[in-house]
């Protein structure tokens, strides 16, 4: 069945630091896979996706996330976080044929201080 | 350009009642799909509909039905709301499983 973990449910950083969350999922074969930001009180946005090629993509706002076929991730990094980042992120799975079914994480939430 | 529109905006329910979230879009997208946002829980698939004729059962589909009225139309209907169908409605559509466009949301009470 298709599912999507991301293990943090909150994570913290400073501001001008490294971030990684990580996402893990499950499907049977490779699927589509995606970023999304949600700002409190805001719809979601769409930082970047992995559809096939390249294993690592660059997306908007200075993201990137690498596809790891042998270990069912797809990662979301930033080298610098800033304070304007705190939101939440979910990664998201969907099916490449059929059904079209498309599958949340549960989100991670990230503070940034200052 | 609308893109995708949900009605209504927000709505509160007492117990039992029922109601019917409307959702269109105008990008001519075969999918469409309806979720449901918790907090802590993320995003849940309710139905899920891949082409105009057909509908499928998502994560969380009980208590909820669902009518794609054609391709532009899909809606979701609550026969007798309960508490625990309080939440943010999402509607959505997308070509071939691609990015999702998301509707505005519906903000639901249910007392």
């Known amino acids: 069945a298709q599912s999507v973990t991301q293990p943090d449910i909150h994570i913290t950083v400073s501001e001008g630091a490294s971030l990684e969350l990580r996402c893990n999922y499950s499907?049977?074969?490779?699927?589509?896979l995606f970023w999304y930001v949600q700002s409190p009180g805001q719809g979601l946005q769409l930082l970047l996706k992995?559809?096939?090629?390249?294993?690592l993509v660059q997306g908007i706002k200075g993201f990137e996330a690498e596809f790891k076929r042998s270990q069912s991730s797809f990662n979301l990094r930033k080298p610098s976080v800033h304070w304007s980042d705190a939101a939440e992120y979910f990664c998201?799975?969907?099916?490449?044929?059929?059904?079209?079914?498309?599958?949340f994480g549960t989100g991670t939430r990230l503070k940034v201080l200052a | 350009n609308a893109g995708v529109t949900q009605t209504p905006k927000f709505q509160v329910l007492k117990t039992g009642q029922s109601m019917t979230l409307q959702c269109a879009q105008d990008?001519?997208?075969?999918?469409m799909y309806w979720y449901r946002q918790d907090p802590g829980m993320g995003l849940r698939l309710i139905y899920y509909?891949?082409?105009?004729?057909?509908?499928d059962k998502g994560e969380v589909p009980n208590g909820y039905n669902v009518s794609r009225l054609n391709k532009r139309e899909f809606s979701l209907r609550l026969e007798s709301a309960a508490p625990s169908q309080t939440s943010v409605y999402f509607c959505?559509?997308?070509?071939?499983?691609?990015?999702?466009?998301f509707g505005s949301g519906t903000q639901l009470s249910v007392l």
């Open positions: 990008m001519n997208h075969n999918s």
């Open positions: 992995y559809f096939s090629g390249d294993t």
């Open positions: 959505a559509s997308s070509e071939a499983g691609t990015k999702l466009f």
């Open positions: 499907y049977g074969a490779t699927p589509y």
């Open positions: 509909s891949a082409s105009e004729g057909t509908t």
């Open positions: 998201a799975v969907g099916a490449t044929s059929g059904t079209y079914k498309y599958i």
